[in-house]
T-cell receptor
Framework: DAGVTQSPTHLIKTRGQQVTLRCSPK?????VSWYQQALGQGPQFIFQ???????QRGNFPDRFSGHQFPNYSSELNVNALLLGDSALYLC???????????FGSGTRLTVV | QKEVEQDPGPLSVPEGAIVSLNCTYSNSAFQYFMWYRQYSRKGPELLMYTYSSGNKEDGRFTAQVDKSSKYISLFIRDSQPSDSATYLC???????????????FGQGTELSVKP
């Protein structure tokens, strides 16, 4: 049983560019959330999607947006990239109503 | 003040030692408590999940939650070199609350178990 899969695994972008990260949740999971993890820090909540709608959002600017598709997969979009956006971006999924999350291996984004 | 405080370590112990990892928190609304293990270049992996106060044991791992003190712990018995990783505590408010749905993580404690 495949867990949470994320693509790409690594990405290098130039400041000011836009990036799209992708996530397929674990089978049977319909809730997807995204986290940003800076080096040496714990993950920070970006937002959560359920039934194709953003249900909750953390303290991230509007440059961060997302989408959930009918098959529960999700995308994270970041516009106008800043050097400070360099981090590991983690996708997590869960069944409805379950607080524990299953995480993917992440996408490591480097902004130069 | 951060909502969740965790000593970042690093913590180095000999193989076979008992390891104690701890987190404190300030938000009394938290009801779900988790410990994740994260190996280098990997995503966090759920180790233990506890609802409200009490103890939970799973093999060599024991999780404790003391809501009155806003303090949670993870104990690892007979530690092994394969336990070397970063351990993250995470917490969540009730899912139907306006804070529910998101996990708040500690900074993570880097553990090294030496053979």
């Amino acid at each position: 049983d495949a867990g949470v899969t994320q693509s790409p695994t690594h990405l290098i972008k130039t400041r000011g560019q836009q990036v799209t990260l992708r996530c397929s949740p674990k089978s049977g999971h319909d809730t997807v959330s995204w986290y940003q993890q800076a080096l040496g820090q714990g993950p920070q909540f970006i937002f959560q999607y359920y039934e194709e709608e953003e249900r909750q959002r953390g303290n991230f600017p509007d440059r961060f947006s997302g989408h959930q598709f009918p098959n529960y997969s999700s995308e994270l979009n970041v516009n106008a990239l800043l050097l400070g956006d360099s981090a590991l971006y983690l996708c997590a999924s869960s069944p409805t109503g379950q607080p524990a999350r299953t995480f993917g291996s992440g996408t490591r984004l480097t902004v130069v | 003040q951060k909502e969740v405080e965790q000593d970042p370590g690093p913590l180095s112990v000999p193989e076979g030692a008992i390891v104690s990892l701890n987190c404190t928190y300030s938000n009394s609304a938290f009801q779900y408590f988790m410990w994740y293990r994260q190996y280098s270049r990997k995503g966090p992996e759920l180790l233990m999940y506890t609802y409200s106060s009490g103890n939970k044991e799973d093999g060599r791992f024991t999780a404790q939650v003391d809501k009155s003190s806003k303090y949670i712990s993870l104990f690892i018995r007979d530690s092994q070199p394969s336990d070397s990783a970063t351990y993250l505590c995470a917490m969540s408010a009730p899912l139907l609350s306006n804070q529910g749905g998101k996990l708040i993580f500690g900074q993570g404690t880097e553990l090294s178990v030496k053979p």
